[in-house]
Each structure stands twice: as structure tokens, then as C-alpha cells.
């Protein structure tokens, strides 16, 4: 079966950071660019960052630009986001995507995605 986990959150203080981890299981990340998405209450889900299937190519969401960095490691079949600064206006759910790149080393920032992990809560209150 394919498998997408995301973990890594929990409750920060405004100004803190978290670093969000979605590990595949079932296939290999090689031949996928992934996506973060999150979703607040009562708002439509909205891509953050995402990465390209060789770490190549990288985007972010205006909201977010300077404060999260996306990476992965095909090697351990995982990505990352670095989360700094957090803002109240970043609590969410927080999801990572898959999209199968056979034929090119792109990303869309909140593209087609393929498979879908079940989400980490984010929580950013003083």
C-alpha cells in the first residue's frame, strides 16, 4: 500500500518554530514532487511549499516566504518543513502531497497531487 505520514506538530508559541516530517511508505519519493498544504477552520485548503522530485526546484506561498524552507532527503524517503516565525495565521491542519513526475523535475505550488497523507495539527497561541 502507498503511505503518506506527516508529524511534527504541536502547540508553539507565536515567534516559535516547528519542523514538520512526511515519510513514505509503499514507494519511493524519486520519481514525486510533494507539496505542503494547510487548511484552517471554516477555510479552504491552500498550498504552502513544495518541491520537485530531485530537490531542484522549490516555491513557497507569498504568506510564508522567508519564515519556511522545504527539503527532502530521497535517501531516507522523507521532506521536510522548517517552520520559523510562526504567526497565529499559520494554525492549521497541515498535509503533504505526492504527485508522480515521470517526465519532468517541476513542482506547482498547490498542483494535481496523486496521494495524500492525514494531516498534523498546527497550533500557534500564546
Known amino acids: 500500500q502507498l503511505q503518506l505520514v506527516e508529524s511534527g506538530g504541536g502547540l508553539v508559541q507565536p515567534g516559535g518554530s516547528l519542523r514538520l516530517s512526511c515519510a513514505a511508505s509503499?514507494?519511493?519519493?524519486?520519481?514525486?514532487?510533494i507539496g505542503w498544504f494547510r487548511q484552517a477552520p471554516g477555510k479552504e485548503r491552500e498550498g504552502v511549499s513544495c518541491?520537485?522530485?530531485?530537490?531542484?526546484?522549490?516555491k513557497y506561498a507569498d504568506s510564508v516566504k522567508g519564515r519556511f524552507t522545504i527539503s527532502r532527503d530521497n535517501a531516507k524517503n522523507t521532506v521536510d518543513l522548517q517552520m520559523n516565525s510562526l504567526k497565529p495565521e499559520d494554525t492549521g491542519i497541515y498535509y503533504c502531497?505526492?504527485?508522480?513526475?515521470?517526465?519532468?523535475?517541476?513542482?506547482?505550488?498547490?498542483?494535481?497531487?496523486?496521494?495524500w497523507g492525514q494531516g498534523t495539527q498546527v497550533t500557534v497561541s500564546s
Open positions: 509503499g514507494f519511493t519519493l524519486d520519481v514525486y514532487a
Open positions: 502531497a505526492a504527485v508522480r513526475r515521470s517526465l519532468s523535475d517541476i513542482c506547482v505550488l498547490g498542483g494535481r497531487t496523486d496521494y
Open positions: 518541491i520537485s522530485r530531485s530537490g531542484g526546484s522549490t
